[in-house]
C-alpha cells in the first residue's frame, strides 16, 4: 500500500512547562495509528499554525475542506482554555487524516509525513 491509507491520529493530552526563557509552552500528545502500528509524538500549537499554512499554500484545495478554527486562548494559565484548545486540534487532527485517507494528494503531501511522522513510501 503507497501513502497514509487509513491512519488515524488523536490529540489525547497536553502538558505545559516554562522553557529556559520563562515563556509558558503547552505541548499536545498525538497518538497516531497507521498499519498495525501505534506511536506518539508532541507538537505545540504554533506547530499545528505552521502546517496549516504551508497546507493553504501548497494546498489550498485540501485546506478549504480541513478548517483550522481554533480558539484564541487569553490565559494561558487556564486549563480550561487549553482543554477546549485541545478538543479542538483533535477535531482538526481527526478531520486532517480523515481526508488523508480519501485524497492522494494530501497522502502524499510530504509535510503531512513529517508532522505526523509517517513514512510515505512509494508507490
Known sequence: ???VRGVEARVLKFKSFRNDNNH???KYKIQLRYNEKEWL???TFN???SFHQKLQKQLPQVAKKVKFTISEISNRFSKDEIEKRKCELDVYCTALTTE???NEALRSYQP???FFKIQIHAP
Do not use: D, E, P, V
Request: aromatic share 12%.
Open 1 to 3: 500500500m503507497s501513502g
Open 24 to 26: 509558558i509552552i503547552t
Open 41 to 43: 509524538i508532541a507538537r
Open 47 to 49: 506547530h499545528f499554525q
Open 100 to 102: 488523508a485517507n480519501t
Open 112 to 114: 503531512f509525513g513529517l
